[in-house]
């Protein structure tokens, strides 16, 4: 199982009440390829942010990959993070004045793995960034340009699990249906798990299962 | 990478920086500068008098005495009788004296009376002897000898004729224009007030002041060599300001001091000039502390604002923050990333600063020997400077703790 959740309650500490994830049960196999859809505000960034190991849930055993990110202290998880996820936003996925390399570069810095500039090119290549734009600041390029330097910035660490977070909400049509094309054959390509959480239904064509977020997380109904 | 991400965010942040590393470097180059004019002011006072283990003068203040005869700082409250330096001058303790006689000027530059002892035995900075860079010392009554930067100022060359000034200012009601002295030598530069003295034999300081006229009118207008020997003669001083003392043995310094401050046919000082440039220092303190803690305030304002800065770019960069999060980067790395950033900015800060006082001294070191004597090296970065800039380094870091840690914090939490 590339992710299993038990009994996963989580709520901020500013308002320990409110309980934003209240999760019984749910699993991702390995290799999966699965669309989470549900309103914006439910708490979906929440548990991506549980599952990247970002927050720490209240309660229950949150197992990724194997491994049991619950009784992890927060440096193993950065680790852990850095090693084993990829993750795409909807934006701000990479940091505006320093180029396409660094970027790409920087991600690499966190993992245990060897520095291999020649892979970062590539990789660049393979997403059609033309060699023009590597050394720019990435605010200066377009945003499928950046979404696609995304893409490849999440892979440079060779994830198990990636996790896209609306990564197409601020691209048109015609960089979205690009986006997701190349985003599915990297994956497929890579052999990678993919958790793909989205407001927009039409996505949920390009995957093999698709859940709907509400039928995952019963805190709304408990309260 | 972590170094080229600081910097990178720091261009990115261009305007904000720019002016953040003005208001440092400002603040620094004060610091350094009041500093560095401290030191290099006290330097060119300590060597301004070497030689001498007494200094006496007309009863009075020790620094009175100390600014007058040996600064030409001041006024002299009374002359000394010329018969009580012969007196304490023939002290077999005594091995020199060099009388000093003060009160008149040339165009703003004053005007010393002394005896040729005064080349051999003056000395100043570590024990070094005045030395001419031009002709010999005076001989006759209307020899003149210049120091460095009066014969520099005022474009004289050996043989020049000048016109003496009763008082000291540029212009005098009271010229002493019908004697005309002669250069007969120039003194190499010292660095100490000597470069603006114009020296000359006691008995030219009387021959300008009595009615000499009435000699020359009776000779037909021209003195002749004889009549200027004569005048010699005559001219025998009947006060001077102060003398400077040199001992046989230094043992004997507080025995003479005390003799001289009891001597009964007049009121007299004598002085140590170390322990009254001690005094002095210890005067000049409080202004020197003040001045310190002024430029140091100045650097804590600076400070806060590179603070103030760097704790609102946080908040514009937040999503950045979140985002080196995921991709791995652990708190404390925002944290130090915040605190390089700083760090550097503090570092061009200081390149600025002291470039800029390096500058300052270049083109003011002119003006500020030629007007008050004092020469200011270039050698900013002395061992307290250094001292003071890795303390701008540490209040850096110590500033920039509180943003770093609101980039810590909001790293933290992650969302």
């Known amino acids: 199982m590339a992710i299993q959740l038990n009994d996963v309650r989580f709520a901020y500490p500013e308002a320990p009440n409110d309980c934003v994830l209240n999760i019984k049960s749910w699993s991702v196999s390995d290799q999966e390829h699965v669309f989470v859809h549900g309103p914006s505000g439910g708490g979906k960034s929440t548990l991506l942010n549980l599952l990247s190991g970002m927050l720490d849930a209240n309660a229950g055993q949150v197992n990724v990959l194997g491994q049991r990110l619950d009784s992890m202290g927060a440096r193993q998880r950065d680790h852990f993070r850095a090693n084993h996820i990829g993750y795409i936003f909807q934006q701000f996925n990479l940091v505006p004045y320093i180029d396409a390399i660094d970027n790409i570069q920087l991600a690499h810095q966190f993992s245990n793995q060897q520095s291999l500039s020649d892979e970062i090119k590539s990789l660049l290549s393979s997403f059609h960034i033309p060699q023009s734009e590597w050394h720019k600041p990435v605010g200066r390029l377009s945003i499928g340009q950046q979404q696609r330097i995304a893409i490849a910035r999440a892979m440079i660490n060779k994830p198990e699990l990636l996790i896209a977070d609306e990564p197409t909400s601020s691209l048109d049509h015609n960089n979205r249906d690009n986006f997701m094309s190349e985003l599915m054959a990297m994956v497929s390509e890579h052999r990678v798990t993919l958790l793909f959480v989205s407001h927009d239904m039409s996505l949920a064509n390009y995957f093999g299962r698709a859940d709907a977020f509400s039928e995952i997380n019963t805190s709304g109904e408990h309260n | ?415």
């Not at chain 2, 002041?209 to 037909?220: L, T, Y």
């Not at chain 2, 140590?272 to 100045?298: D, F, H, K, Y």
């Not at chain 2, 083109?363 to 250094?386: E, K, P, Q, R, T």
């Open chain 2, 1 to 415: 990478m972590f170094f080229r991400l600081a910097v990178k965010s720091l261009l990115n942040r261009k305007g904000s920086i720019m002016l953040t590393i003005m208001a440092m470097a400002v603040s620094i180059f004060v610091l350094l500068g009041v500093e560095h004019i401290r030191g290099q002011s006290k330097q060119s006072f300590n060597s301004t008098v070497s030689g001498a283990d007494l200094i006496v003068g007309a009863r009075t203040g020790s620094m009175n005495l100390l600014l007058y005869s040996v600064f030409r700082m001041g006024s002299p409250t009374n002359n000394i009788d010329w018969q009580t330096y012969q007196n304490i001058s023939a002290n077999p303790k005594v091995a020199w004296a060099i009388p000093i006689s003060l009160g008149d000027s040339h165009k703003g530059f004053r005007v010393m009376g002394t005896t040729t002892d005064y080349f051999t035995y003056f000395s100043y900075g570590k024990k070094r002897q005045l030395s001419f860079s031009k002709g010999k010392p005076f001989e006759q009554v209307f020899d003149v000898v210049l120091g460095a930067q009066v014969a520099k100022k005022l474009n004289y060359t050996l043989g020049a004729n000048i016109i003496l000034a009763h008082g000291l200012g540029k212009t005098s009601f009271s010229m002493h224009d019908q004697s005309p002295l002669k250069v007969v030598g120039i003194l190499a530069p010292t660095g100490t007030p000597v470069d603006q003295t114009v020296h000359v034999s006691l008995q030219g300081i009387e021959a300008v002041h009595i009615d000499w006229q009435q000699i020359a009118n009776m000779s037909g207008g021209a003195v002749s060599q004889k009549q200027i020997q004569a005048l010699e003669l005559e001219l025998e001083p009947k006060s001077i300001t102060a003398f400077m003392l040199g001992l046989t043995s230094r043992m004997n310094t507080f025995r003479v001091q005390r003799d001289i401050n009891n001597y009964s046919n007049e009121p007299l000082t004598a002085i140590l000039p170390g322990v009254a440039l001690a005094e002095l220092w210890q005067m000049m303190g409080l202004l020197e502390n003040t001045l310190r803690l002024i430029s140091g305030l100045i650097l804590v304002a600076a400070l806060l604002g590179l603070s103030a800065m760097m704790l609102a770019s946080i908040r514009e960069r937040k999503y950045e923050i979140h985002l080196l999060r995921v991709i791995g980067a652990p708190p404390w790395f925002l944290f130090f990333l915040v605190e390089l950033e700083a760090l550097l900015v503090s570092f061009v800060s200081m390149l600025v600063g002291i470039t800029g006082l390096y500058l300052s001294l270049l083109i003011a070191g002119d003006v500020l020997s030629a007007d008050f004597g004092m020469h200011i090296g270039l050698n900013i970065l002395s061992f307290n400077n250094v001292l003071f800039l890795l303390l701008v380094a540490g209040s850096t870091v110590i500033a920039a703790a509180i943003p770093s840690f609101m980039a810590y914090k909001s790293a933290s939490i992650g969302r």
